[in-house]
């Protein structure tokens, strides 16, 4: 849901948007937009039968500044990539004719999901106000921020091979491993940690939900050594349920809705730490 209405919002404020759905196990973000039966997927393309991810993507009438590449998943091993399928997709999608790509990873800590959500450059995540869902968010920005760090490191020279058969519980834990591995491990990890800066949407917010964000925030950084910034709170909002039964997202169905507004809002955030983030490229 939120992913579907910042691609619609970002598009129409001028920006060529490529909404990808890399939820593995269970895309559904064309159901989103009405496109019941795309007539291709990311199926199609990890399997050659389109050639480009590009020859993927489907237009979406709402706006002809959004195009969407619906996911993958109707099999086994479709939801199941293999790493070289995985990093020809990545490859590909940093080829993508767009100002802006939107990628839905869905939910997990595979090596998939997070390989797909370390990608990018900007790490928007999103939780609920339940506790569970909060310590799930914990989790991820913790076992990302690892992954990250190991990447750095992985691809570089046999010695590091042996990190990869230990199971690191903390970053902490990593700094101090590839610190012993290489004379400037610590260093570069530290460094490498230092450009890890997450996001959070808080959604579906009641009158009475509280979330101790500042505790939160505390926590990733103290632990994780990350600053994980707010980009906004969307509203428990029965327009969005509606907006979902009639396969358009919310922003299109009930741009008055306190969900749409609040999304407006998040995605005005969005364009200022884009622009933040190629000032600084």
Do not use: W
Not at 72 to 82: C, K, M, R, V, Y
Not at 207 to 233: C, D, F, P, R, W
């Amino acid at each position: 849901m939120v992913a579907s209405n910042l691609a619609l919002l970002l598009a129409r404020r001028g920006h060529q948007v490529t909404l990808v759905d890399l939820d593995t196990g269970g895309a559904n973000l064309h159901i989103l937009f009405g496109l019941l039966h795309p007539p291709a997927t990311l199926t199609d393309f990890l399997d050659r039968r389109c050639p480009t991810i590009q020859a993927v993507a489907q237009p979406i009438p709402l706006c002809t500044s959004l195009s969407l590449i619906p996911g993958t998943g109707e099999t086994l091993a479709s939801a199941n990539l293999q790493h070289a399928k995985k990093k020809r997709l990545i490859q590909h999608l940093r080829k993508l004719a767009a100002d802006v790509i939107v990628v839905d990873v869905g939910a997990g800590t595979h090596y998939h999901t997070l390989d797909f959500f370390l990608s990018a450059d900007l790490y928007l995540t999103v939780a609920t106000p339940d506790p569970t869902s909060v310590l799930d968010l914990y989790r991820f920005i913790k076992l990302a921020a690892i992954r990250k760090v190991l990447s750095a490191f992985l691809a570089r020279d046999p010695v590091s091979e042996a990190l990869t058969t230990k199971d690191f519980h903390s970053v902490e834990e990593v700094l101090e491993a590839v610190g012993a591995t290489y004379e400037t491990g610590r260093h570069r990890a530290e460094a490498t940690l230092a450009t890890f800066k997450p996001f959070m949407i808080l959604n579906r917010m009641g009158k009475g939900s509280k979330v101790n964000t500042l505790h939160l925030q505390q926590m990733v950084k103290h632990y994780i050594g990350a600053e994980l910034q707010i980009l906004g709170q969307i509203p428990d909002d029965e327009a969005v349920e509606q907006s979902i039964h009639h396969y358009l997202p919310v922003v299109e169905y009930a741009p008055q809705a306190q969900a749409s507004l609040s999304l407006q809002h998040i995605v005005a955030n969005i364009e200022r730490e884009l622009a933040m983030f190629c000032r600084s490229s």
